[in-house]
């Protein structure tokens, strides 16, 4: 099955600085990418997302890159603000008739004010 | 329409008692999906249903564990003489077949503790 890894653990950034969140997956049929964003006591909640036909995408100050050669696809977030602190998820769909998503482990984001 | 909902959303129980959680997906979305989340790691798949067929169950759904979508709207999921490793966030996601959307829209969660 689909296998991904995400790196790193935790990250903090201050105020106004990017954050990068990176993730490698196993499987390469898959073709759909999400991100979620987890606030405490919450599901997570999408925040970007992309196809294997697409390299990179982007939404304000969020953007994705997707390097299917390499298997890996990377979260972005510029200009970050206190509200950006989160658990971020990364994941991927292996396509077909698969339809379920496999998750990275998480990724702990404080933005210091 | 206001989103995914599950309740409860918090469910303490005794080791051996048997739990059922319930989820109601966004409406018209035909399919529903079942994940669980331990502290610190991702959601982890467990179940899911296109309309009221379950299509795919993950080797981590023991047989203590059962779902039903009877028809084709919410779904349940029981699990049958909890353990302490039962313990987790249930989660519920949803997302329509029309217009070919991957995107899976997730409810809040059913926080369990068993005791």
């Known amino acids: 099955g689909e296998n991904v890894e995400q790196h790193p653990s935790t990250l903090s950034v201050q105020e106004g600085d990017s954050a990068v969140i990176k993730c490698t997956y196993s499987?390469?049929?898959?073709?759909?990418f999400p991100w979620y964003k987890q606030e405490l006591g919450k599901g997570p909640q999408l925040i970007i997302d992309?196809?294997?036909?697409?390299g990179e995408k982007k939404d304000q100050r969020i953007a994705v890159t997707l390097n299917k050669t390499a298997k890996h696809f990377s979260l972005h977030i510029t200009e970050t603000q206190p509200e950006d602190s989160a658990v971020y998820f990364c994941?991927?769909?292996?396509?077909?008739?698969?339809?379920?998503?496999?998750f990275g482990a998480g990724t702990t984001v404080t933005v210091r004010a | 329409d206001t989103g995914v909902s599950q309740d409860p959303r918090h469910k303490i129980t005794k080791r051996g008692q048997n739990v059922t959680f319930r989820c109601d997906p966004i409406?018209?979305?035909?399919?529903l999906y079942w994940y669980r989340q331990t502290l610190g790691q991702g959601p982890e798949f467990l179940t899911y249903?296109?309309?009221?067929?379950?299509?795919?169950k993950s080797r981590l759904l023991s047989d203590r564990f059962s779902a039903e979508r009877p028809k084709g709207s919410f779904s349940t999921l029981e699990i049958q003489r909890t353990e302490q490793g039962d313990s987790a966030m249930y989660l519920c996601?949803?997302?329509?077949?029309?217009?070919?959307?991957?995107?899976?829209?997730f409810g809040p969660g059913t926080r369990l503790t068993v005791l």
């Open positions: 994941a991927a769909r292996a396509g077909g008739n698969d339809y379920k998503l496999s």
């Open positions: 996601a949803s997302n329509p077949i029309a217009g070919g959307t991957d995107t899976q829209y």
């Open positions: 992309i196809r294997s036909n697409v």
């Open positions: 249903f296109q309309n009221e067929a379950q299509l795919e």
């Open positions: 409406s018209e979305h035909n399919r």
């Open positions: 499987d390469s049929a898959s073709n759909y």
